[in-house]
């Protein structure tokens, strides 16, 4: 596609289910990311692709959180048994390659509120 | 662990000025730094890309300059416009390819 997408754009579920956000990367990228931002705060990192193994998962902030990604393309995260705190924008990023001069592309984010 | 700051947090200007954000990093050890812009509601927008290796780039009304010895960058605005308001966001990538973002500065351009 032209740019990274992701799905939903938005998303109000109960405390206490599953959500599942997608991201499809730039066609050809093999560096997919993903980010939270919580309303007035930064980004976060949360887990990073290079194909479709995750070299870091250092920022997933519980165990409740969890991402695949498969084909070495589209990329799901999914948080189990949502609280109120995971309300936030979940961004995602791809870059060409892990290259070093590569710019990093960002989607226009899903939208999750926890209720 | 590095640390990226970005003064100031916020910032309002009248149309047609001049202006510069500054953004620093703790770990000089970096590939690149990045400029980003965030509209509200919205993702990130890629600026300028300036390698290790750069002193800056320019694209339009924006130049980015960088020394990484400092671990400073900034980003000039010429000629300021109220459409460039946003969230400007700097972010830096270290080894193990991880982008690490400054808090951003939010700028308003007044008409």
């Known amino acids: 596609g032209a740019g990274v997408s992701q799905s939903p754009s938005n998303k109000v579920t109960e405390k206490g289910k599953d959500v599942e956000l997608r991201c499809d990367p730039i066609?050809?990228?093999?560096?997919l990311y993903w980010y939270r931002q919580s309303l007035g705060q930064g980004l976060e990192f949360l887990i990073y692709f290079q194909g479709n193994s995750a070299p870091d998962k250092s920022g997933l902030p519980s165990d409740r959180f969890s991402a695949e990604r498969t084909g070495g393309s589209v990329s799901t995260l999914t948080i189990q048994r949502t609280q109120q705190e995971d309300s936030a924008v979940y961004l995602c990023?791809?870059?060409?390659?892990?290259?070093?001069?590569?710019?990093?592309?960002f989607g226009e984010g899903s939208w999750l509120t926890v209720v | 662990k590095q640390e990226v700051t970005q003064i100031p947090a916020a910032l309002s200007v009248p149309e047609g000025e001049n202006l510069v954000l500054n953004c620093s990093f703790t770990d000089s050890a970096i590939y690149n730094l990045q400029w980003f812009r965030q509209d509200p509601g919205k993702g990130l927008t890629s600026l300028l890309l300036i390698q290790s290796s750069q002193r800056e780039q320019t694209s339009g009304r924006l130049n980015a300059s960088l020394d990484k010895s400092s671990g400073r960058s900034t980003l000039y605005i010429a000629a300021s416009q109220p459409g460039d308001s946003a969230t400007y966001l700097c972010a830096v990538r270290n080894a193990g390819n991880m982008l690490t973002f400054g808090g951003g500065t939010r700028l308003m351009v007044k008409p």
């Open positions: 066609s050809g990228h093999t560096a």
């Open positions: 990023a791809s870059s060409p390659r892990q290259g070093r001069g590569n710019t990093i592309y």
